[in-house]
C-alpha cells in the first residue's frame, strides 16, 4: 500500500498538464488524508477561491510549501 507524501495542512497545487478550466485556483490546502483508490493515496483539498472541496490523488498533485 502506497504512503502519504503530504500532509493536512499543506500547501499543494494541481500539476500542469490536467485539463483544468481557466479559472482553477492555482493553491490548495490538503483538509484531510483519504483512503488509497487502485493503490494511490488521495487527499481531499480546498482553496479558499472556491466553496467547495476537491478529491484528487496524490499522482495529481505537488507541493508548494510547507505545513502551516
Not at 478550466?21 to 494511490?40: D, G, Q, S, V, W
Request: proline share 9%; hydrophobic share 30%.
Amino acid at each position: 500500500m502506497s504512503l502519504h507524501q503530504f500532509g493536512v495542512g499543506q500547501t499543494v497545487r494541481l500539476k500542469r498538464g490536467a485539463r483544468l478550466p481557466p479559472k482553477t485556483p492555482e493553491f490548495y490546502k490538503i483538509t484531510r488524508l483519504l483512503p488509497p483508490t487502485e493503490n494511490m493515496p488521495q487527499y481531499r483539498i480546498r482553496s479558499d477561491a472556491e466553496n467547495h472541496d476537491r478529491v484528487v490523488t496524490q499522482d495529481s498533485i505537488e507541493a508548494v510549501g510547507g505545513l502551516l
